[in-house]
């Protein structure tokens, strides 16, 4: 069974800056990575996802700008960088993939897409 793990989670000041890290295993290489998070009392949003290690990304509309999302095939590995972070920023945010499908279809941040899940990691930002 594929797992995703995850880490780089932790507190920071606003304008600060963390990079998460999701790494699957056993190591295979897996075509489209990303991350959804859920703040408590609100629903789950998909905020970036890459198709291919360098290929097109998709980011929400409250993290473009400040956020990048990259893809190391070599380390079989996703990242998150997070730059300028806010308030906002806080939640629990999850890994997911889905080891094969097409660019339309991972970069739709639709939920069902993605088929592997992290266990999460937490972001706090204070203010």
């Known amino acids: 069974q594929v797992q995703l793990e995850e880490s780089g989670g932790g507190s920071v000041q606003a304008g600060g800056s963390l990079r998460l890290s999701c790494r699957a295993s056993?190591?295979?290489?897996?075509?489209?990575m990303g991350w959804f998070r859920q703040a408590p009392g609100k629903e789950r949003e998909a905020v970036a996802f890459i198709y291919r290690a360098g290929g097109s990304t998709s980011y929400a509309d409250a993290v473009k700008g400040r956020f990048t999302i990259s893809h190391d095939p070599n380390a079989n590995t996703a990242y998150l960088q997070m730059n300028s972070l806010e308030s906002g920023d806080t939640a629990q945010y999850y890994c997911a993939a889905n080891p094969w499908t097409s660019a339309a279809t991972c970069l739709s941040r639709t939920e069902s897409v993605y088929t592997t899940w992290g266990q999460g990691t937490q972001v706090t930002v204070s203010s």
């Open positions: 056993p190591e295979r290489y897996v075509n489209c």
